[in-house]
């Protein structure tokens, strides 16, 4: 295997990433006791019997992510592979430390409950993550435009935006709107990823 054919290798990762987290994680939505998809967060569904499947979602994902990070890397070198990393970084962390119980899901869960330190682990790791995955769409966003690559360039600015935009309604507490627009933009941010490793692929091909 030659050197270009490993990154290409790489790259694929983060093609398959994104769609392997949102399939796993929307069927899981769809089909487990007491989980409202307009109000609940994806992270809770690492509760109850079956939480480990989002669990092992999380980690598997975030293998795969820094698995493109090291393509991208290898690929154009820079920021925006370490960006990239800490946020595979921050969803192997997410699935090690599980979110709390909340919001009624598991069925039979209060709506308010304590916070553990593991969920606060959750929270905090993610954050960071979710700052660096932003991080990343804005500088390659800046890379693509100064290559005269206008289309990427905005859809990378656009996806930075809109998932802080996202971020922040979700981080203030709002339920709702706030989280279906942050389901939207997780999608969003894996079209992304999965766009630019399409694009330094062909580069390569």
């Not at 795969?64 to 990393?85: D, E, H, I, Q, S």
């Amino acid at each position: 295997m030659t050197p270009d054919q490993a990154t290409r290798s790489f790259l694929g990762y983060g093609v398959l990433a994104g769609a392997f987290y949102v399939i796993v994680s929307l069927a899981q939505a769809l089909t487990r006791d007491g989980f409202r998809l307009g109000e609940h967060a994806w992270s809770l569904l690492q509760n109850g019997t079956l939480g480990w499947i989002q669990i092992t979602n999380f980690v598997l994902t975030g293998l795969m992510t820094a698995a493109a990070a090291f393509g991208l890397r290898r690929a154009v070198g820079g920021w925006a592979p370490r960006l990239l990393l800490g946020y595979a970084l921050s969803l192997i962390a997410a699935g090690i430390f599980t979110a709390d119980p909340a919001q009624g899901f598991p069925a039979g869960t209060p709506e308010t409950t304590t916070v553990s330190w593991h969920g606060v682990l959750h929270f905090v790791t993610g954050g960071i993550g979710f700052l660096c995955l932003i991080a990343a769409c804005l500088v390659l966003g800046s890379r693509f435009a100064r290559e005269g690559r206008t289309g990427l360039a905005w859809f990378s600015r656009v996806t930075g935006v809109v998932f802080l935009a996202a971020f922040a309604g979700i981080a203030s507490g709002s339920h709702g709107p706030a989280t279906l627009a942050f389901v939207a933009a997780v999608v969003l941010s894996w079209i992304w990823l999965a766009t630019v490793s399409v694009h330094y692929y062909r580069v390569l091909a």
